[in-house]
């Protein structure tokens, strides 16, 4: 059994009664002074004991929930330091997700039978975290398909922040014509009769994308408390326990970070977060500056929400879009001037920063501003502060950050946008974009993360595969070894790199007495799995502070209850999220035999579960076959 009570020991006392032990596990602490252990008890929210089983023996009563771990490999709880959570929660329930899917006519079935689903006056929505390189078919959808696929139905594909594909019931949706202008850094693709297509460009600003998107419906009241509890489970399944939200476009503070204080206050978060305040007016950043430092100080909050500072843009006017199948942009020439004020106003006031950057060159310029008032003895000023992305930053500049005492933070947007960086910049340009090995060289604290979910997918699995391996979801190889990094080093960029990004490296991302107790007990030993197998790495079970947040497998049932996904026509209540396929390192026969034993075992499964109140008792739903939808 995988929890049950355990007899013939003797009683703890009621000080030291463990919550939760976790026993008859590869556990992997993360602490240098113990990297390695076989238990691990937790009380009241903390780590208590980390040792072997006798050493968490003593600690065990009848209340203690004790979880056998089955020889697994249990790992800290990962922290994702640049994950658009909060905005994500908002929408999830509402998005029908392409993470995972492997092929393009799948993609296009789950498409159909969505759209037929979907009520009149909603929209089906495609939103990030896939690219058309982990398609067999390497191609986007066309027009034409979805069209086909969904002719009443306003449909919105977004693709990476360089494109968008649009059907024509979502041209009409969104007031789309022969006479709507061109936003600023955007392109309406338009036909020889000067009418939309239905493709958008970035060109290379992705606000034409954005604001696209934000003409869909929107969810309301208890329906965004909802979908952003579904949507912290599903981040939840795979390991992680904390992330830095990077807030981002059409994120306003406070009205859109309500719905997280809300869970906040009534204790059901199932992920730590640390967020920041992105000003979201071009020409107002100042003023709105101002107005949030008069109102709230980073560290406000507890060990569940908490404010972490400014960014990850603190002036449109200094922000560089990163479409890598667009030149790269030219900025303002006088955009220090502005930027200057903002940061000056933030290190006065005791605010730290993350700061959006994909080019050297605008790097370099941010730089020179930041360099300019540490002469003046104003930075950093005890403030924590970081560059995100910095695809293309040059080791000059990062000798320039260590100077500064600065941080960096990684996103696999490689992972899905490589192919297309390659194409305009080289093979070589792309080897060291960006230079991972070279940050950490340098001893700087080198957080990793996913930027999703428009770009990247929220999966850190698919993150920390092209940390080690350096390959695309695609399977193109951009970085040679000496740009990779080693899987402990991974990991340690996964958890507690993010705590250092969060001033939170006393608590969190090491398994060590005192420390949080979040932890992973993994379906694959990330540390042994075969390099191909380890995007397709989940956890079994996800405990966050002592609460099991997501269980499965020989632990389904222990975690705590959700409640019903709404609105019923939703995409996740119908396929759920990120798509899991079978792990490449299990092939031929093999997956002939697993697949046999599960079909055999599927109706046994079913009744357990009716039987336990997991699902209804109902007849088994038909086999959804792609093959005989298209």
């Not at 208590?48 to 003593?58: L, R, S």
């Not at 952003?228 to 476009?249: K, P, Q, V, Y």
């Amino acid at each position: 059994m995988a929890t049950m009570p355990v007899v013939g020991l003797p009683p703890a006392t009621a000080d030291h009664v463990a919550d939760v032990v976790v026993h008859n596990a590869k556990i992997y602490t993360g602490d240098p002074v113990r990297p390695q252990a076989g238990a691990v008890a937790i009380k009241d929210g903390r780590v208590t004991v980390i040792g072997d089983d006798a050493d968490v023996a003593p600690l065990i009563s009848a209340r203690t929930r004790v979880v056998d771990a089955l020889g697994r490999r249990v790992v800290p709880g990962l922290n994702d330091s640049h994950l658009h959570v909060i905005r994500g929660g908002l929408n999830y329930v509402l998005e029908l997700r392409w993470d995972g899917v492997p092929t393009l006519r799948q993609a296009l079935a789950m498409l159909r039978e969505q759209a037929a689903r979907t009520p009149k006056g909603q929209w089906v929505r495609v939103v990030g975290g896939w690219s058309a390189d982990q398609f067999a078919e390497k191609r986007l959808p066309t027009l034409a398909e979805l069209n086909a696929a969904a002719p009443d139905t306003p449909v919105f594909v977004l693709h990476l922040y360089q494109s968008a594909l649009m059907n024509r019931a979502a041209l009409k949706a969104a007031a789309y014509t022969k006479d709507t202008p061109d936003p600023r850094g955007g392109q309406i693709v338009r036909g020889r009769d000067g009418e939309p297509t239905g493709m958008l460009l970035a060109a290379p600003s992705a606000l034409i994308l954005y604001s696209t998107l934000a003409a869909a419906p929107v969810l309301r009241g208890e329906d965004m408390k909802t979908s952003t509890r579904h949507f912290l489970r599903e981040l939840n399944r795979f390991g992680l326990t904390s992330a830095i939200d990077a807030a981002g476009g059409f994120q306003n503070f406070p009205d859109n970070y309500g719905t997280v204080s809300e869970l906040a206050r009534d204790g059901l978060l199932s992920l730590r977060i640390a967020y920041h305040l992105f000003p979201q007016t071009p020409g107002q950043e100042i003023a709105d500056l101002r107005r949030w430092i008069s109102m709230v100080k980073p560290g406000d909050g507890d060990e569940w929400l908490r404010l972490n500072g400014a960014g990850e843009s603190l002036t449109w006017a200094a922000t560089d879009f990163e479409n890598f199948t667009e030149p790269r942009p030219e900025l303002a020439a006088d955009y220090e001037e502005g930027f200057e004020d903002a940061v000056r106003l933030l290190m006065e006031n005791g605010w730290g920063f993350r700061l959006h950057a994909t080019y050297d060159e605008t790097i370099r310029r941010d730089l020179n501003v930041f360099e300019k008032l540490s002469r003046e003895g104003l930075f950093p000023g005890g403030n924590r502060w970081l560059f995100d992305h910095a695809e293309t930053v040059s080791r000059d500049s990062l000798d320039r950050v260590a100077a500064l005492g600065g941080a960096m933070s990684v996103q696999n947007r490689m992972s899905f946008q490589g192919e297309a960086f390659v194409r305009r910049y080289g093979a070589g340009a792309a080897a060291e974009a960006p230079p991972i090995r070279a940050m950490l060289d340098r001893g700087l604290t080198v957080g990793a993360g996913t930027d999703a979910t428009r770009v990247s997918s929220y999966n850190p699995w698919v993150a920390l595969h092209w940390l080690v391996t350096g390959r695309t979801v695609g399977d193109l190889t951009i970085y040679p070894p000496e740009n990779r990094v080693r899987r402990e080093t991974a990991l340690a960029m996964y958890t507690q790199a993010g705590a250092r990004l969060t001033g939170e490296e006393d608590v969190k991302g090491v398994l060590k007495a005192g420390f949080y107790g979040d932890l992973a007990v993994l379906s694959d030993d990330f540390l042994t799995v075969p390099e191909q197998d380890i995007p397709h790495i989940e956890s079994l079970l996800t405990v966050t502070g002592g609460r099991i947040v997501y269980a499965t497998a020989e632990y389904e049932g222990l975690d705590e209850a959700m409640p019903v996904v709404q609105p019923a026509w939703s995409p996740v209540a119908h396929y759920g999220g990120y798509q899991a396929t079978v792990k490449p390192g299990i092939t031929g026969a093999r997956q002939a035999d697993l697949l046999g034993q599960a079909v055999a075992e599927s109706e046994k499964h079913r009744q357990w579960r009716a039987q336990r109140g997991f699902t209804p008792e109902e007849a088994p739903a038909p086999v959804f076959d792609p093959c005989f939808v298209l």
